[in-house]
């Protein structure tokens, strides 16, 4: 549209135009998607802390994994792309990046605690977890009691590190999981505590797993607070990969095994 044309015509005409020309939503913050506002037009944006395998891991350049999966189930319900963007998993678990629309939804194996409950809006569960020991392989560290003494690595403001702390363990933060591995092969600290799931990966490279430490934590997707309608729609899409069967299929390709029911836990 030429600026010339605008001139001539009468203002609410003017408005009328300008505002179809922006998608007719009169807002130019978001776009809307049948009802949901997402950050860019067309693409559900999730942010998200790898490595973190099984849940977020890069593969051939790309982030995969389960959360990533169920994200895409989201956006796919959405009738969008996903588009993956890594950020600080503290940025994620205070709500920052939802507040300051870095993303629509945070994905990061992220524990539901009632703290995060005050800044995010969390879906339904999706995943169960503990806390887990990782030691060089034949250490005697195996226990909260023989910690004492010991230097732990954590990663920064998550519920690892709460839990070391809470336990009076001495410890040193790192920003990511891989920085925590690096720094437990250098002998910088002495083991590392982080989600059970996630420290399999690194059995086959001269670690075990000593200790389990049972948190009965749950993970939640988390949207910006009072964004109740893409928290339906997350909640919905869960329900659906729950029924038909698309959730225990990504359960088996990325955790190995397929999900507890009540009949196999008891
Ligand atoms: N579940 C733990 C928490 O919520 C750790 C999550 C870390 N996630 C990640 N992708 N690095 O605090």
Redesign the pocket.
Known sequence: MRTRTLVALPAAVTAALLLAACGGSGDDTAASEGGVQLVTDGTLTVC???P?EP??YEEDGEVVGLDIAIVNEVATDLGVTLTTKVTP?EGI?SGADLNTNNCDIVA????ITPERQEKIDFSDPYFD?DQGLLVPEGSDLDSVEALEGATIGV?Q????ETWATDNGLQTVQFE??GLQIQALKTGQVDAVV??IAVLGPYVSEGFEVSANFSTG?Q?GLGVKQGNTALLDQVNATLERIREDGTYDDLYTQYIGTAPMTSETAS
């Open positions: 998200t802390n790898p973190y849940f977020e998993f678990q990061s194996g992220i524990t977890a990663q403001a998550t519920t690892g990511d999981l982080n989600d934590e993970y």
